[in-house]
């Protein structure tokens, strides 16, 4: 059995377990395809899946990647031989220095700066190349607050498809420069990312063989982040956390790392428990944790202010479903000011050896807050999810840190700066 869609033939089994588009919405299905609208009522679109036998021992026994997982994810069975990046099984570090800083009992980091492009946007890169492979695409994109035109260019250029990347043109130098690199077509636009965004649905809407990834291939790209809750039960033993910290840009990591933990629990992979979920924004870019603290289940739009530029998209596309997740696990979504993220980014180097963008930081700052005021309980397990490198946002903490003396080359010069 077959499918043809722009004039390409997709092959059967192509897309694993995956078998409709649903609507989150009215529940509306439809056929697998590059689509991320509800023809019925205009609601997002997610994958519909019917999963085989899944145990244990077969997904240990897969690759230390996000493959091993291949059995839930909208992919083909012999995904490992399509050239790609190979992100996915980065570090879980039990974070006991930071614990004991923060008051926590048991702390752990899920340290996704060691993927390819040190970004966890590698992951559902991967999911939307291998769909856009099957679509017949000829241009891979995307619109990008940063990370995501990285992982987007990189993986392009591995799989040899033309790559076409738009990021809001005041965005940090060190990740334009980490786009650039890996292709010609870097467009930078000004305005900011919820402008790009809107010129790339546009031209995704006039052009019907380019994949925009988090556009109209956006239900398979959304999957790549259900890979981070899969690691985070196997790597403690197939178990849930009590707790987890996720940063929210659109909130689709959030909502995605839920379903992960609901998947396996469903599969009788690990054991159905209590697992509060928080949220984390930075507080020039904070819709979500706004519309929480008000009780409210509207999202404001609002136009975003922050240096974490990574979480700044000021209308986000799965706010109201975070607020349905954190408000069902007993978890909450707050926001931290800009000084705060630097400072956290600051204390999870120092405590832990971790360089964290400002992402990062923000989720460490939420963590830090969340503790200090009695939303999160510090008796219970908890994993704090780090998304990226801190190299990219280096000029985050560029004026809070640096030399603590310039001194003579002399040991006389060493003494009398208090150095001895």
């Known amino acids: 059995m077959s499918l043809t869609l722009h004039s390409t033939t997709i092959r059967a089994g192509a897309f694993g377990p995956a078998v409709d588009l649903r609507c989150r919405e009215c529940g509306a299905t439809r056929d697998l395809g590059p ?3 509800c023809d019925q009522c205009f609601g997002p679109l997610e994958i519909g899946y019917d999963f085989g ?4 021992e077969s997904i240990e026994a897969g690759p230390a990647n996000i493959w091993r997982y291949k059995a839930l994810l909208p992919v083909p069975d012999d995904i490992e031989t399509s050239p790609n990046l190979e992100p996915g099984f980065t570090r879980l570090l039990e ?22 492009t040190n970004s966890f946007k590698d992951r559902v890169v991967a999911i939307a190349l291998s769909a856009a492979r099957e679509f017949g695409s000829t241009v891979f994109a995307c619109p990008s607050t940063g990370n995501l035109a990285n992982a987007v260019a990189a993986a392009g250029a591995r799989a040899g498809i033309r790559t076409v990347v738009l990021i809001p043109s005041n965005l940090e130098a060190p990740k334009q420069i980490n786009s650039a690199v890996y292709t010609e077509n870097l467009i930078a636009v000004d305005g900011n990312y919820d402008d790009v965004n809107k010129l790339a649905t546009e031209i995704a809407g ?3 063989d380019w994949a925009f990834v988090n556009v109209n291939v956006r239900p398979f790209y959304a999957e790549g ?3 981070l809750g899969y690691e985070i039960a196997e790597q403690l033993g197939w178990r849930l956390p009590d707790q987890v910290v996720i940063p929210v840009a ?3 990591q959030l909502t995605k790392v839920y379903k992960a933990f609901r998947e396996l629990v469903a599969l009788g992979l690990v054991e159905d428990k209590p697992c509060r979920i928080f949220g984390a924004q930075a507080e020039g870019c904070s819709p979500v944790s706004t519309a929480h603290r008000a009780g409210i289940d509207a999202i404001r739009p609002v136009k975003p202010d922050t240096i974490a530029k990574s979480l700044a998209i000021g209308n986000p596309a799965d706010g109201v479903y975070v607020l349905d997740i954190v408000r069902e696990t007993g978890g909450a979504v707050e926001d931290v000011t800009d000084e705060e993220i630097r400072e956290a980014i600051v204390l999870l180097a120092r405590n832990e050896g971790i360089f964290t963008e400002t992402a990062g930081g923000t ?27 801190g190299l990219k946002t280096v000029d985050a903490v560029a004026g809070v840190v640096g030399p603590r003396a310039t001194i003579a080359p002399s040991y006389d010069a060493f003494v009398a700066a208090g150095l001895s």
């Open 35 to 37: 689509h991320f609208a």
């Open 53 to 56: 036998t899944v145990t244990r």
């Open 95 to 116: 974070a006991k220095n930071l614990a004991a800083e923060l008051g926590l009992t048991k702390l752990w980091v899920k340290d996704d700066s060691t993927n390819p």
């Open 206 to 208: 006039e052009t019907d």
């Open 225 to 227: 982040s259900k890979t």
């Open 250 to 252: 659109s909130g689709s």
């Open 363 to 389: 989720t460490v700052g939420v963590l830090k807050k969340l503790v200090e005021t009695g939303q999160l309980d510090p008796d219970l397990e908890t994993v704090v999810i780090n998304t990226g490198h």
